[in-house]
């Protein structure tokens, strides 16, 4: 009858929510496992996960509603207060990078080369990994530092007359270490690659249209002369 279907239903809410009850715990157990972790990017996005899970959980009984959503938003904040610290902490070290790398740039502008091209390359070294060793800048001063710090180790190279094929090898080098700093480093990679197999196939093409168009000449002094010439 109506009244044993009510019963029914209700019983059965009940045992769903001792359910979610058991599955909200198991949360804040993971929740509390990773909020003092020293992987932040993990941390954070293992509670992002758990948060979603919890959104996407039932309601638990009423008497425990409040103790265990206190439970698992204090493991939730724990972490994110840090996270909030940390990232101030950041910016700080980020301020102070950004006056030790202007700095090193006066410092490069003023260095004059040496007799010794070897000792040149050794102090154009020991200045790149200055520069390397001094970290991270704030993001809106990483492109123009980071331009003026190639153009002026581009500008030692050649004081220091140094191969110009080297000197290309050594700033595309500096170019990548530089370009890991963005977000978007990966990207860039991806297209970089990209670009490099298209400019080999298109050599190959040539080659390979240089060589058919040579196997038309008929054997002659000219052109075997012109055939050993590629």
Request: include cysteine; glycine fraction near 2%.
């Amino acid at each position: 009858d109506w009244s044993s279907d009510v019963c029914s239903s209700d019983l059965a809410l009940r045992e769903q929510e001792k359910k979610n009850l058991e599955l909200k715990t198991a949360l804040c157990e993971k929740a509390e496992a990773v909020q003092d972790s020293t992987d932040i990017e993990g941390a954070r996005e293992t509670l992002l996960y758990l948060q979603k899970q919890w959104k996407e959980t039932g309601p638990v009984p009423h008497a425990e509603s409040e103790k265990i959503w206190l439970r698992f938003r204090t493991a939730c904040d724990t972490f994110f207060n840090r996270l909030g610290d940390l990232k101030k902490e950041a910016k700080e070290a980020e301020k102070d990078n950004l006056v030790k790398k202007q700095a090193l740039l006066e410092k490069i502008e003023q260095w004059q080369p040496l007799a010794d091209i070897k000792e040149n390359i050794s102090a154009i070294n020991a200045l790149i990994k200055e520069w390397d060793n001094i970290g991270f800048v704030p993001r809106k001063n990483v492109k123009e530092i980071n331009t003026k710090y190639h153009q002026l180790i581009e500008q030692l190279y050649e004081k220091a007359k140094v191969d110009k094929m080297q000197v290309q090898l050594l700033l595309f080098e500096q170019m990548v270490k530089s370009k890991q700093q963005n977000t978007d480093f990966e990207q860039w990679k991806r297209n970089e690659i990209s670009k490099l197999r298209k400019q080999l196939q298109d050599q190959e093409k040539e080659i390979f249209t240089l060589e058919n168009s040579l196997s038309f000449f008929k054997a002659g002094k000219n052109a075997e002369t012109l055939l050993k010439k590629y």
